[in-house]
């Protein structure tokens, strides 16, 4: 089975300070690993994924985000944030090749101070 | 392109009273999804589906019911409704694998 535990369920920064949301998964077998944004009243949309390509993985908007299995963490950075960066993010996993359950994480609220 | 359309965007329902959230896509995709989204809890996987005529049990799947006769719809359904299925429910459909989540626009429900 895979679990997604997405640590602090708020998160602050100033504007133009670097963000970083926390994600550690659980899977038996290699995972795909996901991060989505949702906007208020929005539905969510993809801003980067890992299917076992590259460790590091670039999405929209100036986000990345990098796969340590080791450390079993697939964490979303940008250098510096902006005021539109606020929004709910979400870390999801399924099972590379297996039944495609995405299971997501609790979320992490993201406010930029000015 | 419409995407994946979710109906009725709002419904109040009393307790025990049943109703169908709409789910249609118009991207050919195999898989598709419900989730229900509750303050602080995030997205939790009611039902899903691989195909038409194909569908499995997520993680909270207890209260409903759903049914795929069409690559196209993917209709929820609650039975005996009750003020624990409160929630925002989403559809969302994918081509598969690691294939990107395509996102209605959320369905509100109250039940009272």
């Known amino acids: 089975a895979q679990s997604v535990t997405q640590l602090g369920s708020h998160v602050s920064v100033s504007e133009g300070a670097l963000v970083l949301l926390r994600c550690n998964y659980s899977?038996?077998?290699?995972?795909?690993l996901f991060w989505y944004v949702q906007y208020p009243n929005q539905g969510l949309q993809l801003l980067l994924k890992?299917?076992?390509?590259?460790?590091l993985v670039k999405g929209i908007n100036g986000f990345e985000a990098e796969f340590k299995k080791s450390e079993t963490s697939f964490h979303l950075t940008k250098p510096s944030a902006h005021m539109s960066d606020a929004a709910e993010y979400f870390c999801?996993?399924?099972?590379?090749?297996?039944?495609?359950?995405?299971?997501f994480g609790k979320g992490t609220r993201l406010h930029i101070l000015p | 392109n419409a995407g994946v359309t979710q109906t009725p965007k709002f419904r109040i329902l009393k307790i025990g009273q049943s109703m169908t959230l709409q789910c249609a896509q118009d991207?050919?995709?195999?898989?598709m999804y419900w989730y229900r989204q509750d303050p602080g809890m995030g997205l939790k996987l009611i039902y899903y589906?691989?195909?038409?005529?194909?569908?499995d049990k997520g993680e909270v799947p207890n209260g409903y019911n759903v049914s795929r006769s069409t690559t196209e719809y993917f209709p929820l359904r609650l039975e005996l409704a009750a003020p624990s299925q409160t929630s925002v429910y989403f559809c969302?459909?994918?081509?598969?694998?690691?294939?990107?989540?395509?996102f209605g626009e959320g369905s509100r429900l109250t039940v009272l």
């Open positions: 969302a459909s994918s081509s598969g694998g690691a294939g990107e989540l395509f």
């Open positions: 899977s038996s077998v290699p995972p795909y």
């Open positions: 890992y299917t076992s390509a590259a460790t």
């Open positions: 999801a996993v399924s099972a590379a090749n297996r039944d495609d359950k995405i299971i």
């Open positions: 991207m050919n995709h195999n898989y």
């Open positions: 589906s691989v195909g038409a005529g194909i569908t």
